[in-house]
């Protein structure tokens, strides 16, 4: 389910994050793990890679989510935050149905059923 040349582009922190969310994603989107943090050097070159595209961020709920969004933010204001649910904590841990509705709930198209 990713491709380059998608509109849109879902960050996540990392490789586990990425495998679930591919399970139930019914649309083409390009998924960028950040492997928990990112260098000023890369996100810089991600904010110049994505600018005329759909960015949304799903990161865990947790310390070191919440720093990486804050970082994201700064650099990317007009991204989309997608949150899961504080008591999954993680998004790897969070059940398919709980990541399909905070990803319809952002526009993103995912299998139902």
Do not use: F, W
Not at 20 to 34: A, G
Request: aromatic fraction near 2%; hydrophobic fraction near 35%; include cysteine.
């Amino acid at each position: 389910m990713e491709n380059e040349c998608s509109d849109k582009v879902l960050i996540v922190e990392g490789v586990t994050d990425k495998r679930k969310v591919t399970q139930i994603l019914n649309e083409k989107l390009e998924i960028i793990c950040t492997n928990g943090t990112i260098s000023i050097t890369r996100l810089d070159e991600l904010v110049d890679e994505l600018t005329d595209k759909d960015v949304y961020i799903l990161v865990d709920a947790d310390e070191s989510g919440e720093k990486l969004r804050k970082k994201l933010l700064r650099e990317m204001p007009n991204a989309s935050h997608l949150y899961i649910d504080r008591v999954y904590r993680q998004v790897a841990d969070a059940p398919l149905h709980h990541l399909a509705d905070v990803l319809s709930a952002g526009k993103i198209e995912v299998k139902r059923g």
